[in-house]
């Protein structure tokens, strides 16, 4: 476990304090100027809906159902991952092997440890499941210290049959099974993670965003986050990773963090 000691909470680490903030009116002129946005809004919803009925009524691939991962209990196929329920959609997670925790995948931490609740999924007669790209035993550890719940699989030795040449992991994939046979209906990367995260749609509903160099702000407004991949880490480690040593969790992935080699941001 980290000697280091921070603050879990993070107070004030997005530095906001003394940014610039928006002219002050009266509440009539604010909310004919929401009711105008509103117009928007609404038709970026609309919008949002008919691009997910297209998503539905794309055709589908079959993919090999045969396809082992790597589970608590050992080697499972595509099909089991399933669970019993029709449809499958899978987080690859990125995996830097050999790393200990604070080396590994800021985004993919961020993106994945959104996913607690599965219920919702399950009364869909939908399976959530994360294959990750490094071996079971070391990034299993990871997901034990980070306190994720959902189903955790190494795909390292079959992830070329699973990527088919898509470039690498921080893929979601969209499975449904018919019988003993499996198709893969959608799959998306990028910025499309970021339907995962209630966090980003909570910063997008603040006056100070993201706070991140990309973003159409006015003059003054805080803009903390200039490095690719910066925004999901604090201190030299994925944000979310501090809250788990506060609580007294260990980050331990069984790796010799003295011979851990260099690693690129992700994401």
């Known amino acids: 476990m980290s000697e280091t000691t921070i603050d879990p909470e993070l107070i004030g680490v997005g530095g906001t304090a003394g940014a610039s903030v928006p002219p002050v009116v009266d509440r009539e002129t604010w909310q004919n100027q ?3 946005l509103l117009v928007r809004e609404k038709a970026h919803t609309r919008e949002g809906d008919a691009i997910a009925a297209a998503r539905r009524r794309l055709p589908m691939v079959e ?13 499972v196929s595509l099909l089991d991952v399933f669970e019993g329920r029709q449809q499958l ?14 080396g590994q995948c800021e985004g993919c931490s961020f993106f994945n440890g959104h996913v607690r609740e599965l219920s919702y999924l399950h009364s869909r007669d939908v399976t959530y ?10 990034s299993s550890r990871y997901h034990d210290f980070m306190g ?14 699973l990527i088919a040449g898509r470039g690498g992991f921080g893929l979601i994939c969209c499975y449904l099974r018919q019988g003993d046979r499996v198709f ?9 993670a970021e339907r995962m995260s209630n966090t980003y749609a909570l910063l997008d509903m603040t006056v100070y965003g993201r706070q991140e160099t990309w973003e159409d702000s006015p ?49």
């Not at 993919?63 to 080697?75: C, E, K, Q």
């Open 34 to 36: 929401l009711d105008a």
């Open 89 to 102: 959609v899978v987080y690859y997670h990125m995996w830097h092997e050999g790393q200990p925790a604070p």
């Open 148 to 161: 994720w719940e959902m189903p955790w699989y190494s795909a390292k030795d079959s992830q070329e049959v």
């Open 219 to 267: 003059a003054g407004w805080p803009q903390s986050f200039a490095v690719q991949g910066e925004q999901f880490r604090y201190n030299d480690r994925p944000t979310a990773q501090w809250a788990r040593l506060a609580r007294g969790h260990s980050d331990d992935l069984g790796v010799d963090a003295g011979a851990a080699g260099s690693r690129q941001a992700c994401h």
């Open 184 to 192: 893969e209906t959608y799959w998306t990367t990028g910025r499309a």
């Open 63 to 75: 993919v090999d159902a045969t396809t082992t991962v790597v589970g608590r209990d050992g080697l």
């Open 129 to 138: 499941a994360a294959f990750c790209e490094g071996p079971y035993a070391e």
